[in-house]
């Protein structure tokens, strides 16, 4: 009868199947030490997948996916900004480039500006077009922008990107 369990079971390699030819007969046959299972690989993403949990903190808690669900259904209207505020007073600045680029909406400039910083930071890893709109947004924010400091600033970030 068939062993329905295959998958658990490790299949050899062609270059172990020559090694098996090419030896005696007569001789006993070398036993692994350890053979990983699909399932030990399992166990062990499912570990890391905690552990890095474990570390976010609360970035890593279902409230926090609902905050940025929430900020993503409320930018552009008049409540962005004091969602926003109290996100940052809860979890702080976003990690992921696209939550982040919201905040660039913001009616304070010391946001803004902490915001421009942390972009800049991972400017150089991003795709063409996604610099592209970074460069166009920053552009924007210093030509409509009140505050005098946050236009200097923004310039000087353009002349460095």
Not at 125 to 136: D, I, K, P, T
């Amino acid at each position: 009868m068939n062993d329905f369990n295959n998958e658990d079971k490790e299949k050899l390699s062609w270059r172990e199947i020559d090694k098996l030819k090419d030896r005696s007969k007569h001789t006993i046959p070398e036993k692994p030490v350890y053979k990983k299972s699909r399932r030990d690989d399992w166990l062990q993403k499912k570990y890391r997948k905690e552990i890095e949990k474990l570390f976010m903190g609360k970035k890593a808690t279902p409230e926090y996916k609902k905050a940025i669900d929430e900020l993503y259904n409320r930018h552009g209207t008049s409540k962005f900004n004091t969602l926003a505020k109290k996100f940052i007073q809860d979890y702080g600045l976003p990690d992921d480039w696209e939550t982040l680029f919201l905040f660039l909406d913001h009616k304070e400039s010391d946001i803004v500006r902490e915001v421009i910083l942390k972009l800049k930071e991972n400017y150089r890893n991003r795709s063409l077009s996604e610099m592209q709109g970074f460069r166009a947004k920053l552009e924007i924010i210093a030509m409509t922008t009140v505050d005098k400091g946050l236009k200097k600033f923004v310039e000087q970030i353009l002349t460095e990107l």
